[in-house]
């Protein structure tokens, strides 16, 4: 913004001093000249200025928006985990399972997440793991119906498979609740202005 300004007022003294020569001294022009590349030049350092305050204003609404909504995130993959781990310690001992695994906040929030962060890369990771809960209540699905029909072989093999989804949803769980806890802090949105 100086350089602007330092480059500005430098051609604003150029203009006037050459309309000053080229009219052998009559101020008339060169005044008139001068008094109208100013007043171009305050109109346009105004809407450079209007646009950096607006810029401003939307990087602070963006990570307003994010801190929300992972702290939204943050609240729900608590219970998730609470839910997760009882699923995985009762599921081999009960045919039929009631649990709640809440996927309602990031039913809500993953879209205000894809306008507000740049952090992709965990935005993927929290999709993937909401994948494994469906797969999850599908599973318990399929064991209860397995149950009903009395299979015991088919409840068997997909215990087997459910506790391998619930290990790697736990350890996935983990990770991701500490990075969610980071963007919380300090959420990533500064390099959407590059795109």
């Known amino acids: 913004m100086p350089g602007i300004v330092v480059g500005g007022v430098a051609a604003l003294a150029a203009l006037f001093g050459w309309v000053a020569v080229a009219y052998r001294g009559a101020l008339v022009w060169p005044t008139f000249a001068g ?4 007043t171009a030049l305050g109109v346009f350092l105004g809407l450079y200025a209007e646009r950096a305050v607006a810029e401003r204003r939307d990087r602070r609404a963006r990570r307003l928006e994010a801190r ?3 702290s939204a995130l943050a609240a729900e993959l608590r219970a998730l985990r609470r839910g997760l781990v009882w699923l995985a310690e009762q599921h081999t001992g009960e045919d039929y399972l ?32 909401y994948g494994r809960i469906d797969d999850i209540r599908e ?22 498979r459910l506790s391998d989804i619930l290990d790697g949803a ?26």
Do not use: C, M
């Open 98 to 129: 009631t649990i709640a695994l809440p996927t309602g906040s990031w039913e809500g929030v993953r879209s205000r997440l894809g306008f507000a962060t740049t952090e992709f890369e965990l935005f993927a990771e929290v999709a993937q793991l």
């Open 35 to 38: 008094g109208f590349a100013a």
């Open 139 to 160: 599973l318990i699905r399929l064991k209860s119906e397995a149950s009903a029909a009395a299979n015991h072989a088919a409840a068997r093999t997909i215990d087997t």
């Open 68 to 70: 929300l909504a992972y």
């Open 170 to 195: 736990l350890v996935t769980l983990d990770a991701l609740q500490s990075r969610v806890r980071g963007q919380i802090d300090k959420p990533t949105t500064d390099s959407l202005d590059n795109f």
